[in-house]
């Protein structure tokens, strides 16, 4: 019993020295883009985290960046500028269309289609081989071959 409460104990506190990074802005709206920004980056170290839920190093170094952004007086268009010419359009979690993310985009819907098209064409062959009845030439034969089958 005593473990287990010293166990969560424990665990409480290491909650406890998490880091807790406040940010002052002077306008509520220039918080809220902030917000929707740090949710809209993608960390470049983690695996499929923004910058807002990673606690990685760089992640933290791209929410102080934009947040320095921010308090100059760019714009949210800024920032993703900054952030895209600088590390791609990795960096956002939904990019923009363009050419050389026209893969990105519709390559989930190329492949279900190439799927799609490849179990409708498989269907078609086994269905149609099924119906495939013998000519009058493989008939003969084929009573040929039986009919040596039965005097051997």
Request: charged content about 25%.
């Amino acid at each position: 019993m005593k473990r287990a409460a010293l166990l969560s104990l424990m665990l409480m506190a290491s909650t406890a020295f998490a880091a807790v990074e406040y940010r002052d802005f002077s306008q509520p709206e220039q918080e809220q883009v902030y917000q929707t920004l740090i949710s809209e980056l993608r960390c470049l170290v983690c695996q499929n985290q923004t910058i807002a839920d990673s606690n990685a190093d760089l992640a933290k170094d791209l929410r102080e960046q934009v947040y320095q952004m921010l308090r100059q007086g760019k714009s949210r268009a800024d920032v993703v500028n900054f952030m895209t010419e600088r590390y791609g359009d990795f960096v956002m979690y939904k990019p923009a269309f363009n050419l050389k993310t026209v893969l990105l985009w519709l390559g989930p819907a190329l492949f279900l289609g190439g799927g799609l098209i490849t179990v409708i064409l498989v269907a078609r062959r086994k269905r149609t081989g099924r119906a495939t009845e013998l000519d009058a030439a493989q008939k003969a034969r084929l009573q040929k071959l039986l009919g040596e089958g039965e005097d051997a």
